[in-house]
C-alpha cells in the first residue's frame, strides 16, 4: 500500500518502504534502542537487523494520508522502556509528520528483545 497525500498541485504518492525507512532511521537513533528486531521472531530467534535491513522491523499500514507503524525493536539493557519508548513514539512522529506531511496517530512499539553485553 501507499499513502497519499492531496496538495493543490496533485496528489504526492509515498511509498511504505520510504515511510519505513524513516521510521528506522529515527527508531537506531533514539537513546536506548540497540537495533532493529524481525518482525517475525515468533519462533523464537531474534535476529538484530543491520542497517541495510531496517524496514524489516517496520510494519507500516496506510489508510490515505492516515499511518499506523508497528515498530520492533531489541533495547539495551539497564534503560528505562517507557522513557525510551515515548521518546521514539515521539521522534517517528515527529519526522514523518515533517518530511512527508502525512499523519501519524498511531506508533506501537514491539520491544523484542534486551541487549545485556556488547
Not at 10 to 26: L, P, Q
Not at 98 to 117: F, S
Request: hydrophobic residues 40%; contains cysteine; proline residues 1%.
Amino acid at each position: 500500500m501507499t499513502a497519499r497525500k492531496e496538495t493543490e498541485y496533485g496528489t504526492i504518492t509515498i511509498s511504505d518502504a520510504t515511510i519505513a525507512t524513516i521510521a528506522g532511521i529515527s527508531a537506531t537513533q533514539t537513546y536506548g534502542i540497540v537495533g532493529m528486531a524481525s518482525k517475525n521472531a515468533a519462533d523464537g530467534l531474534l535476529e538484530l537487523l543491520k542497517t541495510e535491513n531496517l524496514t524489516k522491523g517496520i510494519k507500516v499500514n496506510s489508510e490515505g494520508n492516515v499511518l499506523s507503524l508497528d515498530i520492533y525493536v531489541i533495547t539495551q539493557y539497564g534503560v528505562n522502556i517507557s522513557a525510551v519508548a515515548e521518546n521514539l513514539k515521539e521522534k517517528v512522529c515527529f519526522n514523518i509528520e515533517n518530511l512527508t506531511g502525512l499523519e501519524t496517530p498511531e506508533v506501537n512499539l514491539v520491544v523484542q528483545g534486551i541487549r545485556t553485553g556488547k
